[in-house]
T-cell receptor
Framework: NAGVTQTPKFRILKIGQSMTLQCTQD?????MYWYRQDPGMGLKLIYY???????DKGEVPNGYNVSRSTTEDFPLRLELAAPSQTSVYFC???????????FGSGTRLTVV | EDKVVQSPLSLVVHEGDTVTLNCSYE??????LLWYKQEKKAPTFLFML????IEKKSGRLSSILDKKELFSILNITATQTGDSAVYLC???????????FGEGTQLTVNP
């Protein structure tokens, strides 16, 4: 079982560049999430989705976009990278009945 | 806005000590509270608590929820260096669609 797979694991972007962080889960979970974690801080919700075709903003959505065309995939798009987006990004998935949400291994992004 | 506050933010103990980590919350439509352990990478699930007063236990770790006081504690007895990690508390509201995390408690267990 792959669980939640995030790619890439590391990335360095220049200011103004764009990129997409990929997230795929093979557990048929309806709910998927993107969090960011800054050093020494908890996780902040960026966007989430309760099913294919449905997305919603979390606490810190500015500068990001998402789509959910399939149950399995929930990519996160950064259009114009800024140094404030330097962080570790975690994708997670779950269901209402799930005993805890499953997290991907994270993507460490640095914007210079 | 949902809010989760953990304390202390950091804690340093010696092996064998017992620690208590705290989590208080303000959630409009509370459903469950979760505890996670985060070492170098992704958080790993420890407990989910939905009912007041029922202790969940796994080895040296235990947790309990007080829905009247909007509070949960995570206890770790006979700590080991492998318990060193950030412990995260999170709450889910009734729709089950959103997890709100606290800032975490950084626990360091010295030999």
């Amino acid at each position: 079982n792959a669980g939640v797979t995030q790619t890439p694991k590391f990335r360095i972007l220049k200011i103004g560049q764009s990129m997409t962080l990929q997230c795929t889960q093979d557990m048929n979970h309806n709910y998927m999430y993107w969090y960011r974690q800054d050093p020494g801080m908890g996780l902040k919700l960026i966007y989430y989705s309760v099913g294919a075709g449905i997305t919603d903003k979390g606490e810190v959505p500015n500068g990001y976009n998402v789509s959910r065309s399939t149950t399995e995939d929930f990519p996160l798009r950064l259009e114009l990278a800024a140094p404030s987006q330097t962080s570790v990004y975690f994708c997670a998935s779950g269901t209402l009945l799930n005993y805890g949400y499953t997290f991907g291994s994270g993507t460490r992004l640095t914007v210079v | 806005e949902d809010k989760v506050v953990q304390s202390p933010l950091s804690l340093v103990v010696h092996e064998g000590d017992t620690v208590t980590l705290n989590c208080s919350y303000e959630v409009t439509n509370f459903r469950s509270l979760l505890w996670y352990k985060q070492e170098k990478k992704a958080p790993t699930f420890l407990f989910m608590l939905t009912s007041s007063g029922i202790e969940k236990k796994s080895g040296r770790l235990s947790s309990i929820l007080d829905k009247k006081e909007l509070f949960s504690i995570l206890n770790i007895t006979a700590t080991q260096t492998g318990d060193s990690a950030v412990y995260l508390c999170a709450v889910i509201e009734t729709s089950g669609s959103r997890l709100t995390f606290g800032e975490g408690t950084q626990l360091t267990v010295n030999p």
